[in-house]
Nanobody
Framework: QVQLVESGGGLVQAGGSLRLSCAAS????????MAWFRQAPRKEREFVAA????????YSADSVKGRFTISRDNAKNTVYLQMNSLKPEDTALYYC????????????????WGQGTQVTVSS
């Protein structure tokens, strides 16, 4: 069992930056691939970025490439999402997720989810 708690969301102006954190419970964090997804009001949940269990492979959605960076610190049981050059269309509830399988953009491959942290970007 893995419990995930996101933090770091907030209100920021367009062009600004935020760093999201996701703290995981349990001693097996390093065995899980991790990802960030987001969901805006009246929209489907969408993939943002994923990272392999070792951290040597990362993937990101085209919409955030070059602006968002996913990373992890297995010693701290934490995964991060550094978000730069934020745009109003990045406004959403951001979720952290853990998978026993390979890092993926497919939500159904993730076994555990956090409650989410709200990111709001004003224009």
């Amino acid at each position: 069992q893995v419990q995930l708690v996101e933090s770091g969301g907030g209100l920021v102006q367009a062009g600004g930056s935020l760093r999201l954190s996701c703290a995981a419970s349990g001693r097996t964090f390093s065995r899980y691939a991790m990802a960030w997804f987001r969901q805006a009001p009246r929209k489907e949940r969408e993939f943002v970025a994923a990272i392999s269990w070792s951290g040597d492979r990362t993937y990101s959605a085209d919409s955030v490439k070059g602006r968002f960076t996913i990373s992890r610190d297995n010693a701290k049981n934490t995964v991060y999402l550094q978000m730069n050059s934020l745009k109003p269309e990045d406004t959403a509830l951001y979720y952290c997720a853990a998978s026993r399988y390979e890092a993926s953009a497919t939500a159904r491959q993730y076994d555990y989810w956090g409650q989410g942290t709200q990111v709001t970007v004003s224009s």
